[in-house]
């Protein structure tokens, strides 16, 4: 038990940008071929849902390389309140407060837990707390690759383009409730 504790000690001696960058994009690959095979005859308007259903989860996930290599403890918290009030506001709604309020809650295909759109809360959560805490670089290519999800969402006719905007102002006032910006430590 006590070198397991002790590997754990001493693995952020080992945790550096690079190879946290490297381990993500390597996983990230793993996912993207893994759905290439199994879904290689789908039509193209699949394979945009199909990737906005990946990057709706990446995104989120690359969130933990700038804190791990950071460092940073205070923004894992700071992350963990953003998504789980995220999640918690979302579902709700989804599982009846949208009937609650008087919101129509049918998708555009039929079915219904239509508001707020929970893969574009899920992509924007990410991008919204990179942007926040650590600047707008970090957010560069996570703000448009979130924004493909909104629009994979309405390309699919899972959800109505009030569902997509109603999920970014969520993400967006709990990041602004929840998330500070980083300050270096000296």
Not at 22 to 32: K, M
Not at 42 to 52: A, C
Not at 73 to 95: D, N, P, R, V, Y
Request: glycine fraction near 8%; proline fraction near 4%; aromatic fraction near 14%.
């Amino acid at each position: 038990m006590t070198s397991v504790l002790k590997w754990f000690n001493n693995l952020s001696l080992y945790i550096t940008k690079q190879n946290t960058n490297i381990l993500y994009f390597v996983c990230l690959a793993i996912v993207f071929i893994i759905n290439i095979i199994i879904n290689i005859k789908e039509p193209f308007h699949i394979w945009v849902e199909i990737i906005g259903s990946i990057i709706q989860i990446a995104i989120p996930m690359y969130v933990l390389v700038p804190i791990l290599w950071k460092k940073d403890a205070e923004g894992t918290k700071q992350m963990l309140k953003h998504l789980l009030c995220i999640l918690g506001i979302t579902w709700s709604f989804k599982m009846g407060l949208s009937d609650v309020f008087g919101i129509n809650d049918i998708r555009p295909r039929g079915g219904g837990m239509s508001f707020p759109s929970g893969h574009t809360s899920g992509a924007f959560s990410g991008a919204v707390f990179l942007a926040i805490r650590y600047g707008w670089k970090y957010a560069l290519i996570a703000l448009p690759l979130a924004c493909f999800v909104g629009f994979s969402r309405i390309f699919a006719m899972a959800h109505w383009p009030s569902d997509v905007a109603a999920a970014i102002a969520l993400c967006i006032f709990t990041g602004l409730c929840f998330v500070r910006p980083y300050k270096k430590k000296i």
